[in-house]
T-cell receptor, first 114, second 113 residues
Framework: DVKVTQSSRYLVKRTGEKVFLECVQDMDHENMFWYRQDPGLGLRLIYFSYDVKMKEKGDIPEGYSVSREKKERFSLILESASTNQTSMYLC?????????????FGDGTRLSIL | GEDVEQSLFLSVREGDSSVINCTYTDSSSTYLYWYKQEPGAGLQLLTYIFSNMDMKQDQRLTVLLNKKDKHLSLRIADTQTGDSAIYFCALPFGSSNTGKLIFGQGTTLQVKP
């Protein structure tokens, strides 16, 4: 079974802090994704990566950056956290883009910015 | 652009059947997915259907696909309290080979004892 692990289930940070959310997958997947989930809005894609050091913006990249230095790890960075970034953050991975394989998700990080 | 729509809430009694509906605009998808999210957890792949199929059955789950109307549904037979969750339909995003999915807003299924 694919295992996608997010480093924290719950995180509380202060406005203006730099925040790192970590995600690791163990199935040698090419593609990795970061979403945020808010009530009534479903999942919105922040960034995704299709290879090491390769990244593309999703629908809502403002205020976020990402890092993919190793294939198994995809980090989401909040450069200067703000209260409107309080949300549930979900990481996902998939084998590659061509095979129409499903995405596999981590358990999520519930982030609160005070 | 692509759009996926779901109703936000469904309430059923334990033992009844639940039907969760999804409509979409992009017709080029090869696979269409249903995910389940239990409270406080991530999304778990529940089932999927290939676009050349009309129906797929997997134990208590039945997926129906009407390509002409661009309508996907998930039927849960004999709904149990453990089925209470948010259900998302998801489709590959357009024709790009990125592995991206577009998700519906999610339907919260409430099962009353």
């Amino acid at each position: 079974d694919v295992k996608v692990t997010q480093s924290s289930r719950y995180l509380v940070k202060r406005t203006g802090e730099k925040v790192f959310l970590e995600c690791v997958q163990d199935m040698d997947h090419e593609n990795m994704f970061w979403y945020r989930q808010d009530p009534g809005l479903g999942l919105r894609l922040i960034y995704f990566s299709y290879d090491v050091k390769m990244k593309e913006k999703g629908d809502i990249p403002e205020g976020y950056s990402v890092s993919r230095e190793k294939k198994e790890r995809f980090s989401l960075i909040l450069e200067s956290a703000s209260t409107n970034q309080t949300s549930m953050y979900l990481c996902a991975s998939t084998m590659d883009g061509a095979s129409n394989q499903p995405q596999h998700f981590g358990d999520g990080t519930r982030l609160s910015i005070l | 652009g692509e759009d996926v729509e779901q109703s936000l809430f469904l309430s059923v009694r334990e033992g009844d059947s639940s039907v969760i509906n999804c409509t979409y605009t992009d017709s080029s998808s090869t696979y269409l997915y249903w995910y389940k999210q239990e409270p406080g957890a991530g999304l778990q792949l529940l089932t999927y259907i290939f676009s050349n199929m009309d129906m797929k059955q997997d134990q208590r789950l039945t997926v129906l696909l009407n390509k002409k109307d661009k309508h996907l549904s998930l039927r849960i037979a004999d709904t149990q309290t453990g089925d209470s969750a948010i259900y998302f339909c998801a489709l590959p995003f357009g024709s790009s080979n990125t592995g991206k999915l577009i998700f519906g807003q999610g339907t919260t299924l409430q099962v009353k004892p």
